[in-house]
């Protein structure tokens, strides 16, 4: 039997017979990404500046985005931990 993906999104999903299900978990994993990324990381490199800086219109469209991606990724994990039972 082969081991489970290994990186930061597989072990940010709650174990086994957690109360959460993949997609909220992964919406969430999907905002702290945002807030971690355009509030931090970025902007310390000096690659992008502060989300801060940006329009309410466009932190509203980067947030959603990452909901959506992070909603879907934890969806994809929690099938894929699913048929491995």
Not at 5 to 34: C, I, K, Q, R
Request: glycine share 16%.
């Amino acid at each position: 039997m082969e081991s489970p993906p290994e990186g930061a999104t597989a072990n940010d999903l709650p174990p086994e017979g957690g109360t959460a299900s993949g997609p909220v978990v992964g919406a969430a994993y999907g905002l702290a990404v945002w807030a971690g990324s355009y509030l931090g990381l970025l902007p310390a490199l000096g690659i992008y500046p502060p989300a801060t800086r940006e329009s309410p219109r466009r932190n509203l469209l980067m947030i959603a985005a990452h909901l959506v991606w992070g909603a879907s990724l934890g969806g994809l994990f929690h099938g894929m931990k699913e048929t491995q039972r």
